[in-house]
């Protein structure tokens, strides 16, 4: 069954629309993601051209994200001032990368720094996830081996402007905070993720939270920095399919429950160097259609008028 999407203008398979998004929900349950990273080049594989696929998967992020959330604040398990920090910051860098989303398409450029910017960031992460996945496997199989300290305090402990963050037991400046936050937000922006699978180790490994709060503050600081990045899409540049984020947050839904009995089965090291893998792949794949000669040179299309 065919379905026009008016935005993208292009017609796809409606059971495709639902497979894709409730594939990326089976991964969501199983790994714990929001799936932003993921959606939105399979929509590139299926024919949805980048930009709308960019503004329409966040969608999908805000979705998974909000009951997420709402569980964790039901257990306390969210620092709501080093969210709001984080929130500030992603804020600030969603305006930012909005800006220049808007800049690349009026060059007849953002197809290509999308794309290019998938192959660069889920190359770098699926390579150190999939380092650290095999690290943990070894330290799993090996009881005398060294385990590394998460809690240490660095350079970044040391800048000025200090602030309390009781609920994660941290008393450092805002500027780290603030600069992983507007990091996250320019990513939404630009490659239409949550930036969880960014913002989850920053969390950790540099401003030294305990594993406890991690998840729940960063899919606060998601939520909003989602919500906010596909309204400005919607509102700037018409580029959000509300067609096309029906089917993938319904494919979802279903998805993420399937994928949660799914990873109740699986280890948890087994889990990460799968969900490596499958990063490594989809950059591979995408660097792949960028490297390789397309079977049509040249094409006409008739610029979308703003």
Same mark, same amino acid.
């Given at each position: !069954?065919?379905?026009? #999407? ?53 969608? +999908? ?45 009026? #060059? ?20 150190? !996830?999939? +380092? ?7 330290? /799993?199989?090996?009881?005398? /081996? ?62 030294? !939270? ?10 606060? +600081? ?82 979308? +008028?703003?």
């Amino acid at each position: !069954m065919q379905v026009y #999407l008016p935005i993208a203008e292009t017609s796809v398979n409606a059971f495709t629309l639902l497979g894709v998004g409730g594939g990326v929900g089976v991964l969501s349950g199983m790994f714990g993601v929001g799936g932003g990273f993921l959606i939105t080049p399979l929509l590139f594989f299926i024919g949805v051209p980048p930009a709308i696929a960019v503004a329409t998967g966040v969608n +999908q992020v805000v979705a998974s994200s909000i009951s997420g959330v709402l569980a964790h604040l039901k257990r306390k398990t969210v620092d709501l001032r080093m969210g709001m920090v984080l929130l500030i910051g992603g804020l600030i860098g969603s305006i930012i990368g909005i800006w220049f989303f808007n800049l690349m398409q009026r #060059l007849g450029q953002i197809d290509l720094i999308v794309q290019l910017s998938y192959v660069i960031f889920l190359g770098i992460i699926g390579a150190l !996830m999939f +380092q650290e996945a095999l690290r943990a496997l070894m330290r /799993a199989k090996d009881p005398n /081996a060294r385990r590394r300290k998460l809690h240490v305090h660095t350079w970044v402990h040391n800048l000025p402007l200090k602030m309390k963050f009781r609920a994660s037991g941290l008393y450092i400046s805002v500027f780290p905070p603030l600069a992983v936050g507007i990091g996250v937000g320019i990513l939404a922006a630009v490659m239409g993720v949550g930036g969880g699978f960014i913002l989850v180790p920053a969390m950790i490994y540099l401003l030294g !939270m305990p594993t406890k709060v991690v998840i729940g503050t960063s899919l606060f +600081q998601v939520t909003f920095v989602a919500a906010f990045t596909t309204m400005m899409h919607a509102v700037t540049n018409q580029s959000v399919d509300v067609l096309l984020a029906l089917f993938l947050i319904i494919g979802g839904v279903v998805g993420a429950q399937i994928g949660t009995r799914v990873g109740l089965k699986l280890g948890a090291e087994q889990l990460r160097i799968l969900l490596a893998l499958l990063v490594l792949s989809v950059a591979g794949k995408i660097a792949f259609d960028l490297l390789w000669t397309p079977a049509e040179l040249y094409s006409v299309t008739v610029p979308r +008028q703003f």
